[in-house]
């Protein structure tokens, strides 16, 4: 079953450039659409969860430097 292609917002890659990826993942797997979809997947989740990775461990830093910081409850 085909889905109908969504617009893509302004903010994300223009046709063009999607289309030039799209060539270049298509001439990286010879011509085998297959293999090139699977590659451009692979490495979309690799960034993915690179980013994911940077951003919690950004997150876990700054949480333990504000706990250093925090002014003693008078308690």
């Not at 903010?11 to 090139?36: M, P």
């Amino acid at each position: 079953m085909r889905h109908a292609a969504t617009p893509l917002p302004d903010a994300v890659l223009s046709r063009s450039a999607i289309d030039e990826i799209a060539g270049a993942y298509l001439e990286e797997a010879r011509g085998n659409a297959d293999a090139a979809l699977r590659r451009a997947i692979h490495d979309a989740l690799a960034q993915t969860l690179h980013a994911e990775r940077l951003v919690s461990h950004g997150f876990v830093r700054g949480e333990f430097a504000l706990r250093g910081n925090r002014p003693k409850s008078k308690g």
